[in-house]
């Protein structure tokens, strides 16, 4: 069994024409379960949960418009997921937890691309990593993804060390091996599955997400995973998933999990 459940149709329309690329592309790669997870931040609805001057150009965009497209998919006979990512904010988990509720969603990726008004990720704020101390803004992204775990509103966390994409990457292994054993243990606790996401291969910092020490730790706790490509191109879809299930089988794994209607089943991996 093989999944991708991160995958982007954001830079086309909601339309069953343009979604049949990222179909075709599944199929060839050998994709046996997959779905689609928008960017939450690009809905109207979402505007409570969060906004700021990066935001407000992109969010134009209606769930309604998102949905209806799933649904004539299906209807069309094409066996896609219906997921979203939504940013995580603490604080904002109320929020979160009434927007979430309004969809069928069959998975949701939880991930942390801001810390406050930093975009971690964004290659227009790069500059901001100079600002402060490596280990400060680690210790920062995890504790947002403990804490993600911790409210139990996301069914995957979505690239799990994102915060290596630049490669600031703390030196002191004893202060990654601790920060890695936390958030596995938060992750397991609350039932939380990861992504090993290929989306960091073509990243500045060039290796997948997560590292392989951080996976081991997680498949030493009993982390449930998928195998994702945050493909935000039909072309991206199932790419370098040989290198995925390597990595999860170095780290221990013989299963994967599958989604429907926000309920895991393990089955075997590859």
């Known amino acids: 069994m093989l999944t991708d459940y991160h995958i982007h149709v954001e830079r086309g329309p909601y339309t069953v024409e343009w979604l049949q690329k990222f179909t ?62 939504m940013d995580f904010f603490p604080g904002k988990e109320k929020e979160i937890e009434i927007f979430l509720k309004q969809y069928p969603f069959d998975y949701v990726i939880g991930s942390v691309h801001w810390i406050d008004q930093w975009g971690i990720d964004l290659s227009e704020m790069k500059e901001e990593w100079d600002k402060r101390p490596v280990e400060e803004s680690w210790q920062a992204y995890f504790d947002r993804i403990v804490a993600l775990a911790q409210s139990r509103l996301f069914d995957i966390a979505g690239h799990l060390d994102l915060a290596k994409i630049f490669k600031y990457i703390p030196q002191d292994q004893e202060f990654l091996l601790q920060q890695y054993e936390r958030v596995a243990k938060a992750l397991a606790q609350n039932g939380t599955c990861i992504e090993i996401s290929t989306a960091g291969l073509r990243k500045p910092v060039g290796e997948i997400y997560p590292h392989p020490l951080l996976l081991q730790v997680c498949q030493q706790h009993g982390v449930p995973i998928v195998i994702s490509s945050d493909a935000h191109c039909p072309e991206d879809v199932g790419a370098d998933f040989a290198q995925a299930i390597q990595l999860a089988r170095q780290a221990g794994y013989q299963e994967i999990n599958v989604f429907t209607q926000r309920k895991a089943e393990a089955h075997k991996l590859g």
């Open 24 to 85: 075709q592309q599944a199929q060839a790669a050998g994709i046996n379960d997959w779905g689609i997870s928008e960017h939450a931040y690009r809905f109207i609805e979402t505007r409570s949960i969060f906004w700021n001057a990066w935001v407000e150009p992109r969010q134009t965009q209606r769930m309604d418009q998102y949905f209806a497209m799933i649904m004539e998919a299906r209807q069309q006979g094409i066996n896609v997921k219906f997921g979203i990512e």
